[in-house]
């Protein structure tokens, strides 16, 4: 009786899932629960990891370009927009965009490209490491 109700709750999950796939238009997208101090989660889509945090914008900045800077190379950054950009080596790119949402809240995106490809994993990497690096 267990495993059926075990197995009746993963169905449910998979099929919510893939409900939520078919609404971001073929862009299959993945909630993934995080233990990170200010985020309850974060999302991946096809190629970019974001989250909302309730560290205000200053200090998701600052933690955004003292990891930049201790993964690669900054090329450009605009703290008023809120983007910045660094290469880690010759093949890897990532783009940082960060959008105040409220007086008290702010959301973070990653894109990470490798050789023109998305490259997922670096960017989780990346934002996981500025969502522990803000205070």
Same mark, same amino acid.
């Given at each position: 009786? #267990?495993?059926?109700? /075990?197995?009746?709750?993963?169905?449910?999950?998979?099929? =919510?899932?893939?409900?939520?796939?078919?609404?971001?238009? !073929?862009?299959?997208?993945?909630?993934?629960?995080?233990? @990170?101090?200010?985020?309850?989660? *974060?999302?991946?889509?096809? +190629?970019?990891?974001?989250?909302?945090? +309730? #560290?205000? *914008?200053?200090? @998701?900045?600052?933690?955004?370009?003292?990891?930049?800077?201790?993964? !690669?190379? &900054?090329?450009? $950054?605009?703290?008023?927009?809120?983007?910045? $950009?660094?290469?880690? !080596?010759?093949?890897?790119?990532? &783009?940082?965009? =960060?959008?105040?949402?409220?007086? /008290?809240?702010?959301?973070?995106? &990653?894109?990470?490209?490798?050789?023109?490809?998305?490259?997922? #994993?670096?960017?989780? /990497?990346?934002?996981?490491?500025?969502? +522990?690096?803000? #205070?």
């Amino acid at each position: 009786m #267990k495993n059926l109700a /075990k197995i009746l709750k993963c169905s449910v999950i998979i099929a =919510l899932l893939f409900a939520n796939g078919l609404l971001f238009s !073929g862009c299959a997208a993945v909630i993934v629960g995080s233990a @990170l101090g200010a985020v309850g989660g *974060y999302a991946i889509s096809r +190629d970019i990891v974001a989250g909302a945090s +309730d #560290k205000d *914008y200053e200090a @998701l900045w600052d933690a955004a370009l003292e990891v930049s800077n201790s993964m !690669g190379i &900054v090329k450009r $950054q605009d703290r008023q927009k809120g983007t910045m $950009q660094f290469n880690i !080596g010759n093949t890897n790119v990532v &783009v940082i965009s =960060l959008e105040k949402l409220t007086a /008290k809240t702010s959301q973070l995106k &990653v894109r990470a490209k490798k050789h023109h490809f998305p490259d997922l #994993k670096m960017a989780e /990497k990346v934002f996981i490491r500025i969502m +522990d690096t803000a #205070k």
